[in-house]
């Protein structure tokens, strides 16, 4: 079992940043693509990031890629998802997510794993 812990969401103004973090427990975090997701009142919860277990592989998207950045530290079990220039439009509960694999998909059926979320509101 693993379980998912965000944190670092806030109320901020438009073009201000927040970086969200994803603590994990359990079992062998490195063997995990982590992933991170939003869903605002009323829509469907939509893919924002992912990474592979190294690091090395990424995918963003489209409407943030110029802006969020996703990483993780595998020694501190921690992924994080860096946002700057933020809109209004990103306001969501954002979740953090985890998927045995190699490969970051951006579906979230193939994510096994999900934390309770955290709120980010952006104030314009």
């Known amino acids: 079992q693993v379980q998912l812990v965000e944190s670092g969401g806030g109320l901020v103004q438009a073009g201000g940043s927040l970086r969200l973090s994803c603590a994990t427990s359990g079992r062998t975090f490195s063997s995990y693509v982590m992933g991170w997701f939003r869903q605002a009142p009323g829509k469907e919860r939509e893919f924002v990031a992912a990474i592979n277990w190294s690091g090395g592989r990424t995918s963003l998207a489209n409407s943030v890629k110029d802006r969020f950045t996703i990483s993780r530290d595998n020694a501190k079990n921690t992924t994080y998802l860096q946002m700057n220039s933020l809109k209004p439009e990103d306001t969501a509960v954002y979740y953090c997510?985890?998927?045995?694999?190699?490969?970051?998909?951006?579906?979230?059926?193939?994510?096994?794993?999900w934390g309770q979320g955290t709120q980010v509101t952006v104030s314009s």
């Open positions: 997510a985890a998927h045995m694999g190699a490969v970051p998909p951006t579906t979230k059926d193939w994510y096994s794993y």
